[in-house]
């Protein structure tokens, strides 16, 4: 059957500010996303449910001429085909798409679990920070190496011990005290294994639960260390006199931690750039670390802060001390890589800037 609309007209639709859909004939649209979802499109397919008077949608595929995409033609051929099936069987397209998932699964080539888990983090590497991902990335391989990672998916479903398998796994992680990393680690197969899930590579449960049950807290839990407020003037007073002998500028971004309440992460990360004197603002960009902002949701919400006469104050001392620090042309960051943070380290090492931990390290000297 031809339909109303042929290839090249179907890519000529503009995406609006809401989802449209235009009817190709026999029941058949293209429906586009709106602007806001990048405007993709996508052929459905729209039946009535038996003896009911709604309709639902049977999604055929993305518009395109790629691999599993489908041209106004194809999907056309596609959706008859559909349609004849469900005539023959006297059934819905729904239980045509679960008769195709039943079959698929049946006869799918299952991934081992080091192919699985290398799939899953190509997918997260698009939605997550890079230091997120790499922390996925070294969990992943403390759990690999506790388990086979050549056995094959399906083998870690429920009905094949899957369940005990992760379980003794995971308590193998805590080793008795460290149930925080095991918990964080529940949370990440969980998802390994929702994902395997989506790509039909296993059936039943999720053999990693979530629920309050699985979630052990050690006895006698630590919290910080903290001081009463009687004690505030003293600890400013050592603050001040620097008795451990830290590093000036250790001691500068310490202050500076103080007046503004970043996390260190964030703070050694500031560079001049952010810094407008004339405005009295300091303008940190979303994706800068440490601001715990997540990838492609609220990154690109800078984090504002009013600049204070103590604040300037210490901005002031850090440039003209950073005017005294020697730059090696052999380090591993260039120098104009280093200068342009308002906090560089103070030895060659592995960030251009002060050490993360710099901080709570001067705190407790």
Not at 223 to 245: E, G, K, M, S, Y
Not at 338 to 357: E, T
Request: aromatic content about 10%.
């Amino acid at each position: 059957m031809k339909t109303k609309l042929n290839f090249k007209q179907c890519l000529a639709i503009k995406p609006e500010q809401t989802k449209k859909r235009y009817s190709l004939g026999n029941n058949l649209h293209i429906e586009t996303n709106s602007i806001r979802r990048k405007g993709k499109k996508y052929f459905i397919g729209r039946y009535r449910v038996p003896n009911k008077k709604y309709t639902l949608d049977y999604q055929i595929g993305v518009c395109g001429e790629g691999q599993n995409q489908y041209t106004p033609t194809s999907a056309m051929k596609k959706w008859e085909e559909v349609l004849d099936w469900c005539d023959k069987n006297n059934l819905s397209p729904k239980d045509y798409k679960l008769s195709r998932k039943h079959n698929l699964i049946t006869h799918l080539e299952k991934p081992t679990l080091i192919q699985a888990s290398g799939e899953f983090l190509e997918v997260v590497r698009t939605k997550v920070k890079q230091g997120t991902h790499r922390d996925y990335t070294n969990k992943l391989n403390q759990i690999l190496s506790l388990i086979d990672g050549d056995l094959t998916i399906d083998q870690c479903e429920i009905a094949n011990g899957g369940k005990i398998l992760m379980n003794n796994t995971l308590r193998k992680i805590a080793g008795g005290s460290k149930y925080d990393l095991e918990n964080r680690c529940r949370f990440l197969l969980h998802r390994l294994f929702d994902y395997a899930h989506s790509r039909d590579w296993m059936t039943g449960g999720n053999p990693v639960e979530i629920n309050r049950d699985f979630f052990i807290v050690a006895s006698g839990q630590h919290h910080h260390p903290t001081i009463d407020w009687i004690d505030v003037p003293d600890f400013f007073q050592r603050l001040q006199h620097n008795a451990c002998n830290a590093y000036k500028q250790t001691v500068l971004a310490t202050k500076f931690m103080l007046l503004t309440f970043l996390r260190t992460g964030a703070l050694v990360r500031l560079e001049w750039d952010f810094v407008d004197l004339e405005k009295k603002l300091i303008t940190i960009t979303g994706a800068t670390l440490g601001l715990k902002r997540k990838r492609g949701k609220n990154e690109h919400i800078p984090h504002l802060i009013p600049i204070t006469d103590e604040m300037e104050s210490i901005l002031n001392q850090v440039r003209t001390y950073n005017n005294f620090l020697g730059f090696s042309s052999t380090s591993r960051h260039p120098i104009n890589e280093r200068r342009k943070y308002i906090f560089p380290p103070i030895m060659d090492g592995k960030y251009p800037h002060l050490h993360p931990s710099a901080i709570n390290d001067f705190l407790r000297d």
